[in-house]
């Protein structure tokens, strides 16, 4: 293909390349930031918000203030600008019998920037909304309803019950340290062999203007070992022999037979009972900064052990699944203990369910008598 040697049909072969490069320049940035923006932002908020978590749980062990600040928006903007210029002067006979050595040139010239601005809004928690994420207790008929969509009820009930119709938890609080009640573990174990077996249902049920949470205990067709856990689990929580439909309310004690009361933790009782047994440096407890980790007894077992294994060092940790430093020293959870990362992970799942509280209602005391 032969050359061009007009002057001006070379001007025009670079106008028409120089259009053509800026019309595929000119594509869409937008489009194509979507799915980078999308998982790029989704992961740095979750790493932000376990990080958070756990640094607030580990505040709490050196009794320091928790605070907690929420991303409410994220908008990232983009602009893109380009400008190209071009210019040339061309002359051709000017002169009869000279050549035309003068008048030739062209000049071409781009500019273009790029800009991304992202804006991100954080809310303090705090006022109502600190009152109710973190104050209040979980409402009871949350508590269930992950249970029904298949959370392990044991799990449940250990890190968000203080007691069950008047049998209580564990508590690692060093202001208010107390073992578990000696049928509380026993009742986790009946409880979720009955889940297993597919025998506890929960539903809620409009009666009048008021929603009431009922649980059901089926006894029909069940197996030996499952009808003596139910039979179990009834008499503990001193409920009727023959019970298969339960009221589920708020409280320590139950009003009669048929009610199970279920008196649960706020968040930031939670997070008080995990920070408890957080591993705190020797030297920190020596110099009064935290108190003892509560000690165990001999005779403990299983779920007397931390329910989230949070370790310390002066030096970063090599694998962590999520680690803060504070006061000099890490502190983190490994990657490989999965049970705790599942535990920790599920914890972030009740932030979410505390923002319910449970309605305000009168104070009522109850007294137990022999």
Not at 17 to 38: E, F, H, Y
Not at 110 to 126: E, H, M, S, V
Not at 315 to 338: M, S
Request: net charge neutral; with cysteine; charged share 20%.
């Amino acid at each position: 293909m032969s050359q061009p040697d007009n002057p001006s049909q070379r001007l025009r072969l670079a106008l028409v390349l120089l259009l053509l490069a800026l019309l595929a320049a000119c594509a869409s940035i937008g489009a194509g930031s979507v799915n980078r923006d999308r998982l790029d932002y989704a992961e740095a908020m979750a790493t932000s918000w376990k990080e958070q978590m756990l640094l607030n749980i580990v505040k709490l062990r050196y009794a320091d203030m928790p605070v907690f600040l929420e991303v409410s928006s994220v908008i990232s903007s983009y602009q893109l600008q380009g400008q190209v210029s071009l210019t040339g002067v061309f002359s051709s006979d000017l002169t009869p019998n000279l050549p035309d050595t003068w008048g030739r040139g062209a000049t071409v010239g781009a500019t273009g920037f790029y800009t991304d601005r992202p804006t991100i809004t954080y809310t303090p928690l705090q006022g109502d909304k600190f009152t109710r994420s973190l104050l209040r207790p979980i409402t009871p008929a949350a508590l269930f309803q992950l249970v029904q969509a298949g959370y392990p009820v044991d799990l449940v009930f250990q890190l968000t019950t203080r007691a069950i119709n008047g049998v209580y938890n564990r508590s690692n609080r060093a202001m208010g340290s107390r073992d578990a009640d000696p049928a509380f573990y026993p009742l986790l174990d009946a409880l979720r062999r009955l889940q297993l077996s597919e025998v506890i249902g929960f539903r809620l049920e409009k009666r009048g203007l008021e929603e009431t949470s009922l649980i059901t205990i089926r006894g029909d067709k069940v197996a030996p070992a499952v009808e003596q856990d139910g039979r179990f689990v009834r008499t503990t929580l001193g409920l009727q022999p023959d019970a298969r439909e339960l009221n589920l309310t708020f409280g320590a004690v139950p009003r009669n037979a048929q009610e199970l009361a279920v008196l649960t933790r706020s968040m930031l009782e939670i997070l008080l009972e995990l920070g408890a047994r957080v591993e705190a440096p020797a030297t920190d407890i020596e110099a009064g900064r935290t108190l003892p980790t509560p000690p165990l007894r001999p005779d403990s077992g299983p779920r007397d052990q931390p329910l989230v294994n949070i370790r310390s060092s002066a030096e970063p940790p090599l694998e962590a699944f999520v680690a803060v430093r504070y006061r000099h020293h890490w502190f983190w959870i490994d990657q490989r203990d999965f049970r705790s990362k599942s535990i920790f992970s599920f914890l972030l799942l009740l932030t979410s369910l505390a923002e319910t509280g449970v309605a305000p209602q009168a104070p009522v005391i109850t007294v137990p008598a022999s």
